[in-house]
């Protein structure tokens, strides 16, 4: 995220799309990740991969973390459970969103809503996925949404990402610490994912401190790829849920680049909010 209008950034010096990695000392990735990524539905965003990534991934479980997330996409029943724990969450939300299966008809095509309004939803709806629950529905692509008499509705991929609870803890403190001004709490949170030390990269990653945020693709890819070269050079390994995170934020940058609005990412943040003392757990249970 880049602050103001779209000012230039100091990461954006960075090359802006660097390609999938050809490290000598990870053949493997090159054969295997580099190609399956490349031909995947995620494809489209092989491209904003830094070169640095694989050199501090664990080899075999970021392996089997991107073989989980295909496979998770071939399980209807689990894409079923995925909507259903999503909805209900949403149900007890404060988010005017709506979710439907990728199948569902779609009644209008054309978005209704204000660009500004959309991305706050949006940016809203990406918070809410990290903070509840356990499962995670990472497409959020423009076409998976339509505005449709007022209300937003969602139609996710079965892109589904279902967290390491030594990854999103960390995760939901960071910025909980960030958006919520406890500095020791941000602290930690860097700190049980190894990223002390780019402690300054988040910080003008989650805009510095001003309310008014741009979100930049070409920003996106410059500040992890800053991230994973400090990382490496402090020959820090980095958690295989990055990969699923990435993917997430990937969709998320390229929805609201095009939508060329600025967004109040702290009340977005507080929109996800839970409405009780808990930001995690399991799905809250249907009603009888």
């Known amino acids: 995220m880049s602050p103001g209008s779209g000012l230039?950034?100091?990461?954006?010096a960075a090359p802006a799309r660097t390609?999938?990695?050809?490290?000598?000392?990870?053949?493997?990735?090159?054969?295997?990740?580099?190609?399956?990524?490349?031909?995947?539905?995620?494809?489209?965003?092989?491209?904003?991969?830094?070169?640095?990534?694989?050199?501090?991934?664990?080899?075999?479980?970021?392996?089997q973390r991107?073989?989980?997330?295909?496979?998770?996409?071939?399980?209807?029943?689990?894409?079923?459970?995925?909507?259903?724990?999503?909805?209900?969450?949403l149900a007890r939300a404060r988010l005017p969103v709506s979710l439907a299966a990728r199948s569902a008809p779609t009644r209008a095509a054309a978005d209704g809503q204000p660009p500004g309004a959309r991305a706050a939803t949006v940016v809203a709806l990406y918070f809410h996925q990290?903070?509840?629950?356990e499962l995670s529905l990472i497409d959020l692509r423009q076409p998976a949404f339509t505005s449709e008499a007022g209300q937003l509705v969602w139609r996710p991929a079965a892109w589904i990402a279902s967290w390491d609870t030594s990854f999103i803890e960390p995760l939901r403190a960071i910025y909980a610490g960030f958006y919520g001004g406890d500095t020791a709490g941000f602290r930690a949170g860097l700190a049980a994912l190894n990223l002390q030390h780019v402690e300054d990269v988040f910080q003008q990653h989650f805009g510095g401190g001003e309310r008014a945020v741009r979100f930049e693709v070409r920003h996106f890819v410059a500040t992890f790829h800053q991230v994973f070269v400090r990382c490496r050079d402090a020959k820090t390994r980095l958690h295989p849920d990055f990969?699923?995170?990435g993917l997430y934020l990937a969709s998320l940058y390229d929805h609201l680049e095009r939508l060329g609005a600025t967004v109040d990412v702290a009340a977005a943040f507080e929109l996800a909010r839970p409405l009780d003392a808990t930001h995690a757990g399991r799905a809250p249970q249907p009603q009888a």
Request: aromatic letters at 14%; glycine letters at 8%; hydrophobic letters at 45%.
């Open 19 to 63: 390609g999938i990695a050809r490290a000598a000392a990870c053949p493997y990735f090159d054969n295997m990740i580099g190609k399956l990524l490349g031909g995947s539905e995620f494809g489209q965003w092989a491209s904003f991969v830094s070169p640095a990534f694989f050199e501090v991934m664990p080899t075999r479980a970021l392996w």
């Open 8 to 12: 230039p950034h100091p990461l954006e």
């Open 243 to 245: 990969l699923l995170l």
């Open 130 to 133: 990290l903070l509840h629950g």
């Open 66 to 89: 991107f073989r989980t997330l295909l496979h998770n996409g071939r399980d209807p029943r689990l894409y079923a459970r995925a909507l259903d724990e999503r909805a209900r969450w």
